[in-house]
């Protein structure tokens, strides 16, 4: 199979890359963008490795079989690095360590490629870092930078990058993957990958985990459990425990097994008091780590708040008499119900209950109290 296989519904986005892949000076830096879950890391990586592609025949590089397209889909290869913030944001330091890897020259292939992905995740002052070597890039270094959109990133980064927009791939097209490359059978497949609204990662973990499947049908359950505001603030702290849940589930395994690395690459005692050198790199660890659980934890409330926003879509199209299916089909007698008892105004009430709770916690705002203001907001 080709670099592309892993891309649904994105054919003019391969044709595309396709074209700069066969050329024989491709544009110096890149910018993919498109909604959560439409692959737009996946598409940079498998851009990177037609790029590096070993095919003499141009229009045959992205053959996927090769040892390059291998090794960079891998995420081995020596010529490309991915750049990735498990943070709130990148920082300076961060950008300048890449800006000086551009210089390096390609150890084996034609070109060196840097993925940034979230690149959305810059700061203005630490983008200019980078805009500089994006002016004036070495001639066999090529960027390539992800973001939701082009709004978010800076005009003047975006204006010296060729854009590749990609969509939400159709339902079909994300359950067929699902099959394929992660054996999942085809009901799961389509009902994942219908939930998940296209989102190919979430999709991925719900067809995976029964356990996550487990916590989206409680968020997705919660209104028909609304009576009053005693309900509204029990729902509101159960759904920052899940939340929190989620994120702790993801981190304390991988905390620990760096922790131990770390110590064992510094040969540390395996008892008594750490050096003042080994306990400066220990709290430098543990602070990374507690940026990134801070991170975790606001990645897992968004999307709580897109779980529950899919309820109210579901009522709404009911409401409005839509033909199109539903998101939670499956919840459709429990969605009818709610949707008589209520009107399309209210409705959209709600859903800007939800929108503006999705606001709030991009701030310093406590979680509980914004989750406890939204589902008083929900009845």
């Known amino acids: 199979m080709s670099v592309w296989s892993d891309l649904p519904g994105q054919t003019a986005v391969v044709e595309q890359l396709n074209r700069a892949a066969a050329a024989e000076r491709p544009n110096h830096a890149w910018l993919f963008t498109g909604p959560p879950g439409s692959g737009r890391s996946n598409a940079a990586r498998s851009f990177a490795a ?9 229009a045959a590089r992205g053959c996927g079989e090769c040892h390059a397209c291998h090794t960079v889909l891998g995420g081995t290869n020596a010529d490309v690095s991915a750049m990735v913030t498990e943070n709130v944001s990148f920082t300076i330091r961060e950008v300048r360590d890449w800006v000086t890897k551009a210089q390096d020259k390609p150890s084996s292939g034609r070109w060196r490629v840097i993925i940034i992905e979230d690149a959305d995740r810059m700061a203005e002052r630490t983008t200019n870092v980078l805009l500089k ?9 090529i960027w390539l930078l992800c973001a939701p959109s082009p709004a978010d990133v800076l005009v003047t980064i975006r ?35 219908r939930v ?16 996550a499947r487990s916590r989206r049908d ?18 509101a702290g159960e759904l920052v425990e899940i939340s929190n849940a989620d994120a702790a589930a993801a981190s304390e395994q991988r905390n620990a097994a760096e922790r131990e690395a770390l110590l064992y690459s510094l040969g540390a005692p395996e008892k ?10 220990l709290k430098q660890l543990e602070d990374e780590q ?81 989750m406890e203001a939204m589902a008083v907001g929900l009845l």
């Open 50 to 58: 037609a790029l590096l592609c070993e095919q003499p025949d141009p």
């Open 133 to 141: 070597a994006i002016e004036e890039p070495p001639p066999r270094t």
């Open 159 to 193: 204006s010296r990058c060729r854009p590749v927009g990609l969509r939400i791939p159709p339902v079909g097209d994300v359950a067929e993957l699902l099959v394929r490359r992660d054996g999942a059978t085809p009901e799961l497949a389509e009902f994942a990958a």
């Open 196 to 211: 998940s609204q296209s989102h190919i990662g979430v999709a991925r973990r719900l067809a995976a985990d029964e356990d």
């Open 218 to 235: 409680t968020i997705v359950r919660l209104p028909l459990r609304l009576r009053g505001v005693s309900d509204a603030v029990m729902a």
């Open 272 to 281: 008594g008091t750490l050096p003042p050198a080994m306990r400066s790199q």
């Open 290 to 370: 507690k940026r990134r659980a801070k991170r975790s934890v606001s990645d897992s409330l968004d999307r709580v708040m897109i779980d529950l926003t899919t309820f109210y879509r579901d009522v709404l199209a009911l409401q409005l008499g839509a033909s199109s299916d539903l998101v939670n089909e499956y919840l459709r007698p429990e969605l009818t119900s709610y949707a008589e008892q209520s009107t399309p105004e209210k409705t959209l009430e709600r859903l800007d209950a939800i929108a503006q709770t999705r606001k709030r916690l991009s701030t310093n705002v406590a979680p509980v109290l914004a």
